[in-house]
């Protein structure tokens, strides 16, 4: 007899081997095989849990709101992690409460838009004909004006508070997500199931809600993250031209904008909210991508 | 003499596009009685499918046209039911069962959702009476109850046809549209599926239009045969009228195109040409270009509907009076 070790296969390893994956294992799988959709997971993480749990870090309104003039412009550290800034309040309290109000009106707005273009959408891409034209001619020439453009129009004309801000944003992104969403209301529009939920008496809300976007949420949810990120973008881009977030209360791109005066001297006064800024979109742009490469795996680049 | 569920009468359809006029239907008649079958039998674009969809009052509406004729279901023209009432009816007093179960089924819905959705549309039920009605129907057509949590992608071909019968049935419907509905499987599975078709059918005393091109399904489950050709109904009578006393050419030449199982050696006849284009039908019978028999009428006029006995009518000009053609034809036939 040889000495050979007989590798002995168990039942369990083969089931395990030929057992059928379910659609969700599949995705599941793809997206934790992308390292770079990880890496985003990852960072976005950490930014959502410091700025949901900002108050275990630093106090509002001592940290990040009250004047301490005799610790103002001090550089990073230990005490203050990323220094003060020109008042002596703490930069990153300020970041962590900012960042707070950054995602909270982001998202906010991203739903906003999701829920009135994605409406739309499944109108125009469900019922077809006039309604169509009419609402994706109304939808172009949303998109002829820059998006940054609009949300500042509209928040001129309105007023600077959150709530114009949130529509803003909002109302700027809907053609977006309009579009995806009719696209992919078409592809599902003829399928034999949707013609079957006809014959069994379903009314068309029911059909377009529990047999149509149904089936067309893995684009939906790609166009979320990366609407989020934009709108995050468009947030800080107000603020930094004083149409957003009034100060003192903090936000990135205020934070930014006040911090120009002395960024000669005291750079990280810009770094750390301009990373901030970098980081989360950077981590949902990723995560994004990775999102869309796992829910859609023909699109192989 | 039974209650008629569905009575058809001269019904005309046409699709319209920017150009052209498709006519899919032209002046068919069509009756079926309470717990009967009938199988409308006829080549690809004949108008089997249209036919039913229009029962469904589901034609799209943008595209076609109803210029004539009646739907008559269960006592009320469907053609002319507004949408709220058509949607009542669907699912409820007839339903559907479509060709690909494959893709008939909504694959983000558990089964037992789907089943339980038509049984929610019309009747008053809780979630909970609505999911175990569901587990019943399962059971009904031999799956597992507890099957019903799973998804579309985790049953066989076999089984997901079995799942659109129980919801087809959920609501103990009066008329069945089967839409060539053992197409998509296999042989072994289709034997099963009709049989399981043939028996629920009996259990609930449901009337069927079995839509097919296969006539061993034919002679399996129905009780009455119309054939179709380009819209028009050439041929109809019961099983043994169409099967041992077949009238019509093409009736014959469906016949000659199959198999045959005592004669392995005969060749197969088919039907010379293909079915017309439904744009420009041909003028007179839209056989006739294909017709072995074709008589100078043939092609000048429609032929009148002949008699041959009390459930048996064909339309052809072979049978207008004693010609020699006809001769010739049943001296064959004979």
Redesign the interface.
């Given at each position: 007899m040889t000495d050979t070790v007989v590798k002995r296969v168990t039942r369990k390893e083969i089931l395990k081997k030929y057992k059928k994956k379910?659609?969700a294992q599949e995705i599941l799988g793809r997206f934790l095989a992308n390292r770079l959709a990880i890496v985003g997971i990852i960072i976005f993480a950490a930014i959502l849990f410091t700025c949901v749990f900002a108050d275990l870090f630093a106090n509002y309104q001592i940290d990040a709101l009250k004047m301490n003039v005799p610790e103002r412009l001090q550089g990073p550290s230990a005490k203050h992690l990323f220094g003060t800034d020109e008042m002596g309040r703490d930069v990153f309290a300020r970041v962590i409460f900012g960042g707070r109000t950054s995602l909270w009106i982001g998202f906010v707005a991203t739903a906003f838009s999701l829920l009135v273009g994605g409406l739309l959408g499944a109108v125009a891409g469900y019922f077809g004909?006039k309604f169509d034209e009419i609402i994706m001619r109304i939808m172009d020439v949303m998109l002829c004006l820059p998006e940054i453009l609009l949300a500042i129009a509209i928040v001129a004309a309105f007023g600077t508070n959150i709530v114009n801000m949130i529509v803003a944003i909002g109302l700027s992104r809907v053609p977006r997500f309009a579009r995806i969403v009719r696209s992919a209301v078409l592809t599902v529009r003829d399928?034999?199931?949707v013609?079957?939920?006809?014959?069994?008496?379903?009314?068309n809300s029911?059909i377009i809600v529990?047999?149509v976007l149904?089936?067309c949420?893995a684009p939906i949810i790609v166009q979320v993250t990366l609407i989020f990120a934009s709108a995050i973008l468009a947030i800080s881009s107000l603020s930094f031209l004083g149409l957003g977030v009034q100060p003192p209360a903090p936000e990135w791109g205020n934070m930014l904008s006040s911090g120009r005066q002395n960024m000669r001297e005291h750079a990280y006064l810009v770094i750390a909210p301009g990373m901030a800024i970098f980081l989360s979109i950077f981590s949902l742009n990723l995560l994004g991508d990775g999102l869309r490469d796992a829910l859609d795996p023909r699109l192989k680049h | 003499m039974a209650d008629k569920i569905l009575e058809i009468r001269d019904l005309v359809i046409q699709y319209t596009s920017d150009k052209d006029v498709v006519h899919a239907v032209n002046t068919i008649d069509l009756d079926i009685e309470e717990g009967k079958t009938l199988g409308l039998v006829g080549e690809t674009g004949a108008g089997k499918t249209t036919t039913a969809l229009s029962v469904?009052g589901?034609l799209p509406k943008?595209q076609s046209r109803v210029p004539q004729g009646t739907v008559m279901l269960n006592g009320r023209n469907v053609l002319t039911l507004p949408e709220q009432e058509?949607?009542?009816?669907?699912?409820?007093t007839v339903?559907?069962i479509?060709?690909?179960p494959m893709?008939?089924?909504?694959?983000?819905?558990t089964v037992g959702d789907q089943i339980a959705?038509?049984v929610k549309?019309?009747e008053k039920l809780s979630d909970r009476e609505a999911l175990q009605r569901a587990k019943e129907m399962l059971e009904t057509v031999g799956i597992p109850g507890d099957r019903s949590v799973e998804?579309p992608?985790?049953f066989s071909g076999g089984m997901k046809q079995r799942v659109?019968i129980a919801?087809a049935l959920a609501c103990n419907p009066k008329l069945l549209l089967a839409d060539e509905p053992t197409t998509a499987l296999d042989v072994t599975i289709q034997a099963q599926v009709l049989e399981l078709m043939r028996g629920l059918k009996k259990k609930f005393n449901t009337a069927m239009l079995m839509i097919t091109h296969d006539f061993g399904i034919v002679a399996e489950v129905c009780d009455e045969v119309s054939v179709m050709y380009a819209g028009h109904i050439v041929e109809h009578g019961t099983l043994e009228d169409v099967f041992d006393h077949k009238r019509h050419p093409y009736t014959q030449g469906l016949f000659d195109s199959l198999p045959n199982i005592d004669d392995r050696r005969s060749k197969l006849k088919p039907i010379k040409g293909s079915t017309p284009d439904p744009v420009n039908l041909p003028s007179g019978c839209p056989f006739h270009p294909r017709c072995e028999y074709c008589m100078e009428k043939c092609s000048k006029s429609f032929p009148e509907k002949r008699q041959i006995n009390d459930t048996h009518y064909v339309y052809c000009h072979l049978y207008d009076e004693t010609s020699e053609d006809q001769l010739k034809y049943t001296e064959q036939e004979g």
């Open positions: 379910t659609p004909g399928t034999d199931y013609e079957a939920a006809r014959a069994i008496g379903a009314t029911v529990r047999h149904a089936n949420l | 469904l589901l943008q058509l949607r009542k009816i669907r699912g409820n339903s559907m479509f060709q690909d893709s008939s089924l909504n694959p983000v819905m959705e038509v549309i019309h998804y992608h985790q659109l919801m």
